[in-house]
């Protein structure tokens, strides 16, 4: 579907660790980022879901099949960071969009430093992912758009060593540099 529905194109494939514990950060714009991050890493990729979605009867038993947990935004999840932790501890990769939510533009914004904070307890590398041409899938349609999509892997960046909010921050913000320079590079 990538490639042909969306005539999509990945670059930077061999940046992505085919093993191991591995935090994916990436921009957030469309419902549609989920499952094409995890086609284009070519690994699973286990990602926070709000905690809505799996009050959706077929919908909870799919995203469940695909790695998805549930997370209470707009707080302080403990049972979900326990289950991405689970997951990274599995040498899963764990998918956490930086803004945690979606951007209208896809560019990052207002970044969190939920990521950067699983990667220093999992001493987990984290992988930025940029995706181009998202945001345009499901305008204005409830079925999605063909439109042209753009993925970007970077380079690998090693895991904070300490859990200080300084260190947290730094990560979080050179992750959002990296993502948001990708997409500067457009298609």
Known sequence: ????????????????????????????????????????????????????????????????????????????????????????????????????????????TDPKRGAALLAAKAKAPLLPVCLWGTQEIEKSSAIPRSVPVTVRIGEVIKAPTSGSKEELEAITQKCTDVINSLHDLGR
């Not at 514990?21 to 714009?29: E, G, K, T």
């Not at 935004?73 to 403990?78: E, I, K, L, N």
């Open 1 to 108: 579907m990538l490639h042909v529905y969306f005539r999509g194109r990945i670059y930077g494939a061999e940046n992505v660790p085919q093993e191991g514990p591995l935090v994916v950060v990436s921009n957030h714009a469309s419902n549609y980022d989920p499952p094409l991050v995890s086609n284009c890493v070519r690994r699973p990729v286990a990602y926070m879901a709000k905690k809505e979605l799996f009050d959706i009867p077929v919908f909870n038993k799919a995203i469940q099949l695909y790695g998805a947990y549930p997370v209470s935004r707009g707080s302080a999840d403990t049972k979900a960071i326990r289950a991405a932790l689970e997951y990274l501890e599995n040498g899963w990769a764990v998918g956490v969009f930086l803004q945690g939510t979606r951007t209208p533009t896809g560019k990052i």
